[in-house]
């Protein structure tokens, strides 16, 4: 078991920038898999960008180019840096652990972006 706990989320101009901080409460160094997915509303849980602990990514097809997964595996963190963000990435975002064959989530952080 991790506790995961964001940070980061706030309310943004389109074009703007902000940067999610997920903490864990223990070492993620054997974590196979880390990532973020958002949940807008009205939609399903969807998967935003994913780092395995040998640092291959994985971006959803419409933030390529514009959001960055990061590890620090000596801090316990997974980062998501956003950057030209759009209305459309206005979602609560969670980070994730998938740990063996369950998965852990933090508890959401709220990202709005204005038009």
């Known amino acids: 078991q991790v506790q995961l706990v964001e940070s980061g989320g706030g309310l943004v101009q389109a074009g703007g920038s902000l940067r999610l901080s997920c903490v864990a409460s223990?070492?993620?160094?054997?974590?196979?898999?880390m990532g973020w997915y958002r949940q807008a509303p009205g939609k399903q849980r969807e998967l935003v960008a994913t780092m395995s602990s040998g640092g291959t990514t994985a971006y959803a097809d419409s933030v390529k180019g514009r959001f960055t997964i990061s590890r620090d595996n000596a801090k316990n963190t997974v980062d998501l840096q956003m950057n030209s963000l759009k209305p459309e990435d206005t979602a609560v975002y969670y980070c994730?652990?998938?740990?063996?064959?369950?998965?852990?989530w933090g508890q959401g952080t709220q990202v709005t972006v204005s038009s």
């Open positions: 994730h652990a998938k740990l063996g064959w369950r998965d852990q």
């Open positions: 223990r070492s993620i160094v054997s974590i196979g898999l």
